[in-house]
């Protein structure tokens, strides 16, 4: 579909197009297309590729925070090729160094969920003894092997993340076992589970997560899994569910993480592109949570 050019009207995809290269951003894009491992059969790996064309749709002016992200530097970095499997995760985890301190934010565009273990491991490196993890999931992801269901437990079993600087935010009933909410009590993560999000505000939670999850001093992870959104607003997530939460509800806790600064990564999963409605609202979801992202990041310094 064609879109309007107006001159007066900086379109985002064009904002990162035309940014300057340089050795340190305010906000680095890179794509980490993992799919082969999911426990449903998806096609996430078309979907970074799908994120980047529908940010061209979006402006860069924020009217309710009264911010222009186009003030930042951002990078696209392309994607990790092939980041499944053993070797797969190895490119992750060499590309994750390469970055590793060198922006702001770095945001990673899934893919499926499996990606939050070798994103988050890779930038964290030995600092995942501080380090700290918030999950917007309907799922605990804490299954054996490895998967889009295993990342949280791999952090915690095979990377030594503190399960008590964990914080899972809006998870869903009916789509867990409860073998993984056990093994989540044992690990001392702490879940906050999505009927409180009807009785309390955004901002009253995310205080909540961010004292958990930034205990140790250290750097913050922030895992967005769009699945966490109702089947109506995200038909392209596969286990998305009827009663998840809202676009708005999404965006805005994506807003409320990346305004600060212990938040220093974050990925956005599980859409599959290919099986999306005709008007690509979940891919258009996943665009508007980078700009949300990149709002926050420009909101640290108001």
């Not at 990377?159 to 044992?186: C, E, T």
Request: with cysteine.
């Amino acid at each position: 579909m064609a879109r309007y050019n107006d001159p007066s009207w900086l379109r985002a995809g064009q904002w990162i197009a035309d940014c300057p290269p340089a050795d340190y951003t305010n906000l680095t894009i890179v794509g980490v297309p993992a799919h082969l491992t999911s426990v449903t059969p998806t096609n996430a790996h078309l979907t970074p590729a799908a994120v980047r064309d529908a940010i061209y749709w979006y402006g860069t002016w924020s009217w309710e925070h009264d911010l222009d992200i186009s003030t930042l530097s951002v990078r696209d970095a392309g994607d990790v090729e092939d980041p499944d499997f053993e070797e797969g995760n190895e490119r992750v985890f060499a590309k994750m160094r390469e970055l590793r301190g060198t922006q702001d934010l770095l945001v990673a565009l899934g893919g499926d969920n499996a990606i939050t273990y070798t994103v988050a491991r890779g930038l964290w490196g030995e600092d995942i003894s501080t380090a700290g993890l918030i999950t917007v999931d309907a799922h605990h992801d804490l299954r054996n092997g490895i998967s889009n269901g295993s990342p949280v437990r791999q952090l915690v079993e095979d990377a030594g993340l503190d399960g008590k600087r964990i914080v899972q935010i809006a998870i869903s009933d009916f789509a867990n076992s409860p073998v993984y909410a056990q093994r989540a009590k044992d690990f001392g993560i702490t879940v906050i589970n999505r009927g409180e999000l009807r009785r309390r505000s955004l901002e009253s939670i995310m205080d909540q997560a961010f004292e958990v999850a930034g205990a140790g001093g250290g750097q913050i992870h922030y895992d967005l899994d769009v699945d966490v959104c109702d089947r109506s607003v995200a038909p392209a997530c596969p286990a998305a569910t009827p009663g998840g939460l809202s676009a708005d509800e999404v965006r805005h806790l994506t807003f409320l993480a990346t305004s600060d600064p212990r938040v220093t990564s974050m990925d956005i999963t599980e859409i599959d592109a290919s099986i999306d409605s005709s008007d690509e609202r979940t891919i258009r979801l996943g665009a508007l949570c980078v700009l949300e992202a990149a709002a926050g990041v420009a909101s640290r310094n108001k």
